[in-house]
């Protein structure tokens, strides 16, 4: 079976620094891209990180410079180092896995598998 | 950036009923449009890809149609599972995503 699953969350003071898992099964990080994307609460879905096949990674403004995603391949798990934590960076952090399908020559990418989510709260 | 704006932002309808939501896109994006649902305390789940492709095990009364800068997400007959809320996201301007705001669909 497809899974992610996350872990790593908890209450962090701002300032502080943490670090996110998804944990992949039936299937390779490795060989795929892999995005994190978030949720504060009451809010909408919010891109913050995708790391390709190849080891490109990129980021969203509002993490770029603070936040790393990276992954080990013999674990086959995805990780998120989130540093200089902000109020704001208070959400459910997913992991998903990214699809690309081509279409007359173009990739278009979408998200098919997600993991539950991991809740990170930044509070003093 | 590409801004995408959903409208409406709620909606009530009856199981059975018809439903579209809405999804503009700032700037054409072509078909790089894909819709999800999320349901309280669950994470989004993958409906629609590039605009109109049934994502596989989705219930054949939804549908997704477009292209360019407007597109829309049709359930064609409600059920009591399908009250949720849908995102649309473009992935036109990969890798720099973005999400629509959500439409909350509820039960009237």
């Not at chain 1, 109020?87 to 098919?112: H, K, S, W």
């Not at chain 2, 409208?7 to 700037?27: E, F, H, K, M, Y």
């Not at chain 2, 997704?64 to 009250?83: A, M, V, W």
């Amino acid at each position: 079976e497809v899974q992610l699953v996350e872990t790593g969350g908890g209450l962090i003071q701002p300032g502080g620094s943490l670090r996110l898992s998804c944990a992949a099964s039936g299937f390779t990080v490795s060989t795929n891209y892999m995005s994190w994307v978030r949720q504060a609460p009451g809010k909408g879905l919010e891109w913050v990180s995708v790391i390709y096949s190849g080891g490109s990674t990129y980021y969203a403004d509002s993490v770029k410079g603070r936040f790393t995603i990276s992954r080990d391949n013999s674990k086959n798990t995805l990780y998120l180092q989130m540093n200089s934590l902000r109020a704001e960076d208070t959400a459910v952090y997913y992991c998903a896995r990214d699809r690309g399908i081509t279409i007359f020559g173009v990739v278009l990418y979408y998200m098919d598998v997600w993991g539950k989510g991991t809740t990170v709260t930044v509070s003093s | 950036d590409i801004q995408m704006t959903q409208s409406p932002s709620s909606l009530s309808a009856s199981v059975g009923d018809r439903v579209t939501i809405t999804c503009r896109a700032s700037q054409s994006i072509t078909n790089y449009l894909n819709w999800y649902q999320q349901k309280p305390g669950k994470a989004p789940k993958l409906l629609i890809y590039a605009a109109s492709s049934l994502q596989s095990g989705v219930p054949s009364r939804f549908s997704g149609s477009g292209s360019g800068t407007d597109f829309t997400l049709t359930i064609s007959s409600l059920q009591p599972e399908d009250f949720a809320t849908y995102y649309c996201q473009q992935s036109y301007s990969t890798p720099m995503y973005t999400f629509g705001q959500g439409t909350k669909l509820e039960i009237k």
